[in-house]
C-alpha cells in the first residue's frame, strides 16, 4: 500500500506563489479545495500560478459549480479543472453540470466522493409529544431561507413546535453587517406572531455538542434559498444522524432525498414548508421512515469511508504517476 503525504491548498498571499509551489511539491500529493471568493486574484485567480508550478499529482476538490457562471468564472473553473490529475465533485449534481456545462478535456477524471460526517450516535430521542423541535443549523446569513421557515410557522402553531435556529453568523456577513440578517429574522418572527416558538442559539460547538444538538430534533429544515447548491455538509450530517429533513429543492438535496431520506419542497414556499414539516411530525410512521432510510446511508457518507476513497484516488494516481516515469 502506498503511503501518501497530502498537503491542502486554502488561501494565500499575493507574491507568495513560488515560495507555496515549492512546499507542495515536496508532498507525494497535493489537494485543492476550490471555491470561489477563498483565493486573491480576481475570480481566485493567484490560485493558478501555484497550479502551473506544482509536478506532483494534483486533485481539485470542487465545493461550487454554478450553471450560470460570469465569464470570469467560468474561465477560471476551466483553468483550475485542467491542471488537475483528478477532480472530485461531492454530488453526482455537480459532476454532472460541470461535465455538460464546461470544457473539460477529460470527464473521465471527475469522479464523485460526497463530503463526509462525524460517525454520530445522537442520544435516543423518541418524537417530542409535548413540544416537538424543528431544527436548522450552521453559519448564519441571507439566502439559508429561515425567513420562510420562520413564516411556515404559524399554520403549525397547535403543534407548538420549538424552531431552533442555531449558530454564528458567517464571518463574512459579520465583518459587512453585523448582526443585522438575525435582528430581521427575530423583527419577522415578532411581526407573524411566531416570535415565541423560534429560539436564535449562537453557540459555536464542537462535534459532541452539535451530536446532542441534532439528538433532540425531530426534523431538520434546510429553507435555502439558492437553486444552485451542489454540496450541503449540513444536510450530509443530519442524514448521517438519521434525522428526517425537509428541504427546498436544491441539487444536492433532491439527489440525496430522492429515496425517501426527507421531502421537497419548492424554494420560498411557507406554505409548502408547513405542509411538509406537519406530514413529518404528525403522519404515523413517515418520521422513523425517513430514519431508516438516511442510516442507510450514514456507513457511505462517514468520513473513514470518504476518506478511503480519498485514499485509493491519491494511490491510483501515485501508481500512474511511477508508469509514466519509469
Known sequence: ????????????????????????????????????????????????????????????????????????????????????????????????????????????????????????????????ADRPVILTWGLLGRGKGIEWGISALGELRDLRPRYVVAGQTHPKVLAHEGELYRGNLRDRAAAFGVADLVEFDPAYREADALAELVGQADVVLLPYDSSEQVTSGVLVEALAAGKPVVATEFPHAVELLADGGGLLVPHRDPVAIAAALRRVLTEPGLAAAMSDRSASLAPVLSWSSVADRYHRLAERLLAARVVVTT
Not at 491542471?83 to 461535465?99: G, I, N
Open 1 to 128: 500500500m502506498v503511503t501518501t503525504q497530502a498537503r491542502t491548498v486554502h488561501h494565500m498571499v499575493p507574491g507568495a506563489v513560488v515560495e507555496a509551489a515549492d512546499v507542495l511539491n515536496r508532498c507525494d500529493l497535493v489537494v485543492v479545495q476550490h471555491e470561489y471568493g477563498i483565493y486573491a486574484g480576481r475570480d481566485g485567480e493567484d490560485v493558478l500560478g501555484v497550479l502551473a508550478r506544482l509536478r506532483v499529482p494534483v486533485i481539485i476538490v470542487l465545493h461550487t459549480v454554478l450553471t450560470a457562471p460570469t465569464p470570469g468564472q467560468r474561465q477560471m473553473l476551466e483553468h483550475v479543472v485542467g491542471y488537475a490529475d483528478a477532480v472530485v465533485t461531492m454530488s453526482e449534481a455537480a459532476r454532472q453540470r460541470l461535465v455538460d456545462g464546461y470544457a473539460v478535456e477529460r470527464p473521465g477524471e471527475v469522479v464523485v466522493i460526497p463530503h463526509g460526517a462525524l460517525p454520530v450516535e445522537p442520544p435516543a430521542h423518541d418524537p417530542s
